[in-house]
């Protein structure tokens, strides 16, 4: 069974608790570092340790969410060995994992709706990394 991690602040909040959901019913492993409800928070404090499950080998993915993504987005990428893509449909989805081999990535709650952010995280999921030319480019990264 594959383990994901979530975070998110009070913005991402009801997204992340229907992806949460959506992952449990297709049997994934959740680890949920939070917000744990719609009260400001700061997404550092959730989008971090998501990030560090990952590069500690805890969980396999992560997923973070926020109003538009991006904040989640630089704190999971300032955690080395993390490449969190924003994306905000299907297409950047597949293309995160295709050529940059995402292990993480975040959705701005507030940049797609509910069912667009499920077709996310599936099209994520279900990508392959293709390496080739793109693996070069990930090692200039690392």
């Avoid at 069974?1 to 049997?27: F, Q």
């Avoid at 969190?84 to 449909?89: F, S």
Wanted: proline share 3%.
């Amino acid at each position: 069974m594959k383990v994901i991690a979530l975070g998110t602040d009070h913005a991402g909040y009801a997204l992340k608790e229907k992806i949460k959901n959506h992952l449990i019913s297709i049997d994934y492993h959740v680890l949920d570092f939070g917000a744990n409800s719609a009260e400001p928070s700061d997404y550092p404090d959730f989008c971090k340790p998501a990030a560090l499950c990952v590069a500690n080998k805890k969980c396999d993915l992560a997923i973070v969410f926020g109003g538009s993504g991006n904040g989640e987005a630089m704190v999971a990428n300032k955690v080395p060995g993390i490449r969190c893509g924003v994306c905000w449909n299907t297409a950047s989805a597949r293309l995160s994992k295709e050529h940059n081999n995402a292990n993480m990535i975040s959705i701005g709650a507030r940049m797609v709706s509910d069912q667009e952010a499920i077709e996310i995280v599936e099209t994520w999921l279900k990508a392959k990394f293709e390496g080739g030319r793109h693996q070069s480019r990930i090692d200039k990264i690392e």
